[in-house]
């Protein structure tokens, strides 16, 4: 392992919404038994083709670090979690489709992250619309939105759910994918959202190995601080 250059993709959001699952089948391809709660962080390392079947083709290694928690916790606690920000590669961003507060607290755990030495408080969820998308389209860490518990939506809201996710995914300039951590055929090789998840790491390895901006060679540590004076969320 010690031989392949490898990136780091933090795993973020709410407790509960699945974020052990959803590693768990991203590294061993394998659902997830009997999860837990995850205290601190842990770990967990899958390979990537890196452009897969052309002549640069190379295998890198994928730090998922599980980042356990809450937005709403102790400033102290969230000042113990900011040290698993640093050096940050690539942000998967994990709500529960099920339960809209997991989704709006997303804008929440971005903040903590990308400023992680500044506290996400007074931030404003609403249905305003002065949220500057521009803030993530500048931002050099490559994001991507996960909606777990897909199966758990009921069909007469699945067009209202996929609808707000997609103005979700707009907001943080990032693709989603919507799955069943219990059901590996949604990350299939060959479907879209395989296709996503590829085309998300690659953009990660490119931007750790390949930018031209040396600032960024070692992961996003100089970050360019984020302030949302109101959140829009419908």
Not at 70 to 82: E, H, N, Q, Y
């Amino acid at each position: 392992m010690a031989s392949l250059d490898r990136v780091k993709v933090l795993v973020l959001g709410d407790s509960g919404v699945g974020k052990s699952s959803l590693v768990h089948l991203l590294c061993q391809n394998q659902v997830l038994g009997n999860p837990s709660w995850t205290v601190g962080c842990s770990v967990d390392v899958r390979a990537q083709d890196y452009k897969e079947g052309t002549p640069e083709e190379k295998t890198y290694y994928i730090e998922l670090w599980d980042v356990g928690g809450s937005v709403g916790c102790a400033s102290s606690i969230k000042s113990t979690r900011a040290v698993f920000y640093n050096s940050v590669n690539g942000i998967i961003l994990v709500h529960d489709l099920t339960n809209k507060k997991s989704s709006q607290n997303l804008y929440r755990w971005s903040l903590e992250a990308l400023n992680k030495d500044s506290s996400p408080t007074g931030v404003i969820v609403s249905n305003g619309s002065d949220y500057d998308r521009e803030q993530f389209a500048e931002n050099p860490v490559p994001l991507l939105l996960i909606g777990t518990k897909f199966d758990q939506i009921p069909d007469n809201k699945r067009n209202e759910v996929l609808t707000r996710t997609a103005f979700l995914s707009e907001d943080f300039n990032a693709e989603e994918i919507n799955l069943d951590c219990t059901n590996p055929r949604y990350l299939a090789a060959g479907t879209s959202n395989a296709v996503k998840l590829s085309r998300f790491f690659d953009k990660v390895i490119e931007k750790r190995y390949f930018t031209r901006d040396p600032s960024q060679m070692t992961g996003f540590t100089d970050r360019k601080r984020f302030n949302f004076k109101s959140l829009h969320y419908d």
